[in-house]
Each structure stands twice: as structure tokens, then as C-alpha cells.
């Protein structure tokens, strides 16, 4: 196995630079902490390692392995040929400033003992990525004792997404933002996945499906020995032809149960512990006194992608999309998000330092049929929480409404999320 380890090393180190379109992402090469970028498969944690690497200006002083390439076939007891192989090819580097660089890190049982091994006795530049939330379990944080700083890595943001296009419009002129409407249409329903940004639409769908598969088979049914295929199936098409809508244990375990299916409470929750740990879904909590509320949470898809191609397209639809991408934004925000729902809803109120800061409502276009019912929500908000401010988001509509000494800011999405 030392053979082909040093191998991989030093193709790595022979390796022609490639292209790099940087992400937002501010992430320090010495922070003297081990590094983790965990998110969804094909969301880019890759190409951040790269974007760090760039900095380095001896690439022999980079150890760079991915662990799901097919020739590392590594178990616990191989870790340490890893260090016994790089040292091999550069003997030198034993006094030298290392940097590691683990992807995938997850695919080797015993990882975290490793990682903190190397982290004691060899470099404290250490960077790991990783496809699944278990990276952040309780068991890892006490192998690692506070020795981590974590990144959630996420599809592209809109921002980023037209820095891929190579789009640097303008939002005050007309024709920029005429152009920034129709991207932001496109990435609506293509969502932000760096690779497939300029594949066309046949193409663009077979590879989300691709990329869906990948998360369903790897990072769970292989993960946790799922044995009931059809009803994981079953639980993910729910969710996602479903974006952004409430979900409820009690309820689905009911609608079950009256098909004749048997299966327990215990069993649903972990079934949806699987989808949020593999990074397909993000559950939102509601920020609610009533405890039967509470219970009750919203499910989001990771990025719009993976619901578009279960859907339709209609006006609904691409609201409940819009919505998606409000939330993920706030995620990329680093935000407390709680959605609020009590006699009405609003989609978002946002916390900081113990109280709420601000409340936000989204809907694709604020029309006869549901103005009063998307104000009136808000309104609830603004007055349990004693905002004078409130903010509806829509696709591209802009505006500034008054109701009593309460102000309300209708903008787009895009425009909003630009100008963050």
C-alpha cells in the first residue's frame, strides 16, 4: 500500500494548476486549527482546498489525499504509512512547515484519533473535508477536544454563481438588471451546484440525479444499513417535491398507519436524521411557545436543484424554491434562523444575542390573492417581537408599504441577496 500512497503524493506534486474561480469563503491557512469543510457532495469542498493550496508556494510541502479514490483501500491500522511514505519521498520535510489536506475523510473508520495524532505530534495545519454532518458528532468533538473550527460548505450562492458565468452586472442600470432577472430565473431552477452552472438542461437534469443517487445509496443506505429502500424513497420524494413545506412525524406516521404500513415513530425520525446528516435536506425549527408547534418543523432542500426536477414549475412551486434559496442564503449568513408560526406564519424570524432582530416573509409575487395573508403574517411577527421593520421578498417586485407606524420593504431576492 506505501507504494501506491506515494504515488498519489507525487502525482499530486507533478500536477498541472488548474483553473480556479474563488469562493467566498474566508478561511484562514493558519489559524492553527484543524480545518473542517463538511457539506454536500459536488458543493465544492474540493476546489476550497485547492483555493487554500494556492497560497502555498512549495507544493512539496502539501500532503494531499483524497479517500475515495478507488486506489486507497486504507484501513485504521494503514494511517500511519500515510507519513511513513510522504517522509520517504521527502526526508527533508521532517523540519519543515507541513500542510495536510484530507478529503472525503469520513471513508476511514478511526479518522479523528489519526487527525488528532498528526495534529500533537507532527502539524497543526490540518484541513479535512467531509460529505456528512456525523463529522460533527459528539464522539468527534471529544476525540478532537475543541480543536476544530468548522465551515458548512454549501452549493454556490448567487453571488458566486455569477462569478462562474462571468457575470459582473450592474443592479442600478436597466439592462443590468434586466440580466441579473434572468439569471437569477435560471439559477432559480438549476440551482447552484459549481459544476453543472453552464450545462444544458438535459444534461444539467441526468447529473443532479446522478449526484442524488450518490448521496442516497453512499451516505446512507451504505452509512447505516438501510434496509427499507422503498419507504427512504418514498420519504425523500415527500420532502422534496415539498420544498420549504411543514413536516410532521405524527402525522406521516398516521398517514401510514391508515395505508397499512407498519413502522414506528423512532424509525421516521431516524429516516429523517439520515436526509439531514447526508446533506439533503436542512430542518427548521419554529419559533413558537405552543409546544404541538414546536414539534412541527420545515424541511429545505440543499439547493433548489434537487427538488426542480420532481416539479412542475408552477407559480406555487417556484415560491416554495424561492423560499429555499432565502433560506440557504441565511444559512451562508451564518444566521439563527426559526420560522414563526402561531394564528398566522411568516417564513423567517431571525435571532441574535436572545431576541429576534428581524422578520422576513417570502412569496413569489405579492398579488390580490395573497397580500393580505402574507402582510397580515408578518404583521403577527413584527408584533410579538416588537419590530417596527419587516421585509418581503419576492421575485421582482419592489416597494415600501406602511401599515400604521409599521414599515414593510418589499425587494427581489436576487437584489437582496447582491446587495449583502
Request: hydrophobic letters at 35%.
Amino acid at each position: 500500500m506505501k507504494p501506491v500512497i506515494k504515488q498519489i503524493i507525487k502525482e499530486f506534486h507533478l500536477k498541472k494548476p488548474i483553473e480556479i474561480i474563488d469562493r467566498e469563503y474566508k478561511i484562514p491557512l493558519d489559524s492553527k486549527k484543524i480545518i473542517s469543510l463538511i457539506g454536500p457532495r459536488r458543493s465544492g469542498k474540493t476546489f476550497l482546498l485547492y483555493q487554500l493550496m494556492r497560497e502555498i508556494k512549495d507544493k512539496t510541502n502539501i500532503l494531499y489525499l483524497n479517500f475515495e479514490d478507488d486506489r486507497l483501500n486504507l484501513e485504521q491500522k494503514d494511517l500511519k504509512l500515510i507519513f511513513e511514505a510522504y517522509f520517504e519521498l521527502y526526508p527533508e520535510k521532517k523540519y519543515k512547515e507541513i500542510y495536510v489536506f484530507f478529503d472525503e475523510v469520513q471513508e476511514i473508520k478511526g479518522w479523528e484519533k489519526f487527525v488528532r495524532r498528526i495534529y500533537d505530534t507532527i502539524t497543526d495545519k490540518i484541513f479535512i473535508t467531509g460529505s456528512s454532518a456525523k463529522l460533527l458528532s459528539k464522539e468527534i468533538a471529544t476525540n478532537l477536544r475543541g480543536r476544530t473550527i468548522k465551515y458548512d460548505i454549501l452549493p454556490l450562492s448567487f453571488r458566486e454563481y455569477l462569478k462562474f458565468k462571468r457575470l459582473n452586472e450592474s443592479i442600478y442600470t436597466i439592462n443590468g438588471k434586466a440580466i441579473l432577472l434572468k439569471e437569477f430565473k435560471l439559477y432559480l431552477k438549476k440551482g447552484g451546484f459549481p459544476e453543472t452552472v453552464n450545462m444544458v438542461d438535459e444534461i444539467h437534469r441526468k447529473t443532479i440525479n446522478e449526484y442524488l443517487d450518490v448521496m442516497i445509496y453512499r451516505d446512507i443506505i451504505e452509512r447505516y444499513s438501510v434496509k427499507n429502500i422503498n419507504f427512504l424513497n418514498y420519504l425523500i420524494r415527500r420532502v422534496l417535491t415539498n420544498p420549504s413545506g411543514e413536516i410532521s412525524i405524527n402525522k406521516i406516521y398516521h398517514e401510514l398507519k391508515s395505508n397499512g404500513v407498519k413502522v414506528t415513530k423512532d424509525y421516521l425520525y431516524s429516516y429523517i436524521h439520515y436526509l439531514d446528516e447526508a446533506f439533503i435536506i436542512s430542518i427548521l425549527k419554529n419559533y413558537s411557545e405552543s409546544l404541538i408547534k414546536q414539534g412541527i418543523k420545515k424541511v429545505y432542500p440543499i439547493d433548489t436543484s434537487l427538488s426542480m426536477n420532481s416539479l412542475m414549475g408552477t407559480s406555487d412551486e417556484l415560491g416554495k424554491l424561492l423560499e429555499t434559496i432565502c433560506y440557504n442564503e441565511l444559512k451562508r449568513q451564518n444566521r439563527e434562523i426559526y420560522y414563526f408560526s402561531e394564528k398566522r406564519e411568516c417564513d423567517f424570524t431571525i435571532r441574535e444575542k436572545n431576541r429576534i432582530i428581524r422578520v422576513i416573509q417570502v412569496c413569489y409575487v405579492l398579488n390580490e390573492k395573497n397580500k393580505n395573508r402574507e402582510i397580515e403574517g408578518l404583521i403577527e411577527a413584527m408584533d410579538k417581537f416588537k419590530l417596527k421593520k419587516g421585509l418581503i421578498l419576492t421575485l421582482d417586485q419592489e416597494e415600501e408599504l406602511k401599515v400604521g407606524e409599521k414599515k414593510i420593504l418589499v425587494k427581489p431576492v436576487w437584489k437582496w441577496i447582491l446587495e449583502n
